[in-house]
């Protein structure tokens, strides 16, 4: 019996040992900590011909939609104004108040006047801006009239495909054109805000009520809305307005620019196509046109340390599959593990004998148990071997002829494993039945 009893000790002992040491190796579970996806939020918006530019509330740029002429491709540093034309972007920097451009080379665009500017608006050929002692400067378009801006003080510019306006410090309105068609005046009174479209104007009078005209012979812009107004934007065939006191964004023309989503919005920006607007939250939402990605407002890029952390569930499995042994044979029992099947975390162990735990068994040879199914644990599973319903074996063996000891051997172990699926092989101390 003394002999039987250190036979199954040393097995048992090893199996323990190296249980303990695959539960130390194997790596832990930690929580998954994702950043949340955020998008940036902005102070300006402007829609040029096939992109869009805007500031962000730190002041840096971010533009998207076409950029073959690397129109969407901004300067770094601070802006305090931003303006999209047709293939062209120009703004004004933070740090001298000058005015940068970028985009296509064309009609020496991108050769602005020196100074410094408070306000500027890039139309399809040239652009236009104010200066700080509030004169006008344009440039672009290689013809004379658009460097030939008219003398006085203003306020507001807007400049359009071939037409270009301004409003004076004493709100009246001035016009002025290179020449491609007649020349249309605008409409007299006081005004607050004006926006030269591609083929039509509109002016925002101190009333807050739209006029709108046709400086072009292709313009089949519809008639501007009633209502108050307190701010406008003219585009190719389309305007739109944030209507007074109520802070939603209303436009007018063809589709499908003027479809207007739901929402409240403090500035809008029609292109020529599409439509782009800051909402109350400060984030931008556009609408219309989307041939060049010119709605698609790109998330932000580098995330702020805000996160969110889950943590992965921890299914608890047992192994579905339990050794069965035959008792043959006089000599001592050994007990050889050779194949390891996988444990599920779905089924409950089942143990199947060949026979049961108190059978007697008796024949010329000692009983040799071989397992040839041992469950391997998974990551987070427990697989426990216990006498009643779980994957253990309780081996009586009682040999008749002479020295064959009885045996009762229970085996018991729990592991937990995190994230990996170990593979391995030692002996066990059970016999089976």
Known sequence: MDRMHVRFRAPLLWWLLGLAALILVLPKSNPQVMAAPLVDTYLRVSAGYSH????????????????????????????????????????????????????????????????RFSALDAGSFHSCAIKLD???????????????????????????????????TAQALHCWENGWDGFVPPPAGSYRDVSVGYSSACALATDNRISCWNYSTFSDLPAPPNGSFSQISIGGYHGCGIISNTTIAHCWGQFPAPIVPAGTFSQVS????????IKGDRRILCWGNNSYGQLNVPIESTPTPRVTATRTPLPTATATDVPTATATATDEPTATATDVP???????????PTETATNTATATDEPTATATDVPTVEPTATATATTTNTATATNTATATPTDV??????????????????IWRCYIPWAAN
């Open 342 to 352: 996988t444990a599920t975390a779905t089924d409950v162990p089942t143990v199947e």
């Open 52 to 115: 869009t530019c805007a500031i962000k509330t730190s002041r840096t740029l971010q533009c998207w939609g076409a950029n073959d002429d690397n129109e969407s491709t901004p300067p770094t540093g601070s802006f305090e104004a931003v303006s999209a034309g047709a293939g062209f972007s120009c703004g004004i920097r933070s740090s001298d108040l000058a005015i940068r451009c970028w985009g296509s080379p064309d009609y020496g665009i991108l050769n602005p006047p020196s100074g």
């Open 405 to 422: 000891p009885t045996a009762t051997n229970t085996a018991a172990a729990t592991a937990t494993a995190t994230t990996t699926i170990a």
């Open 270 to 277: 029609s292109g020529y196509g599409h439509t782009c607007a």
């Open 134 to 168: 509030k004169t006008l400067a344009c440039w672009g378009g290689n013809v004379d009239p658009w460097e030939s801006a008219p003398q006085g003080l203003y306020t507001k510019v807007s400049v359009g495909q071939a037409y270009a306006c301004a409003i004076d």
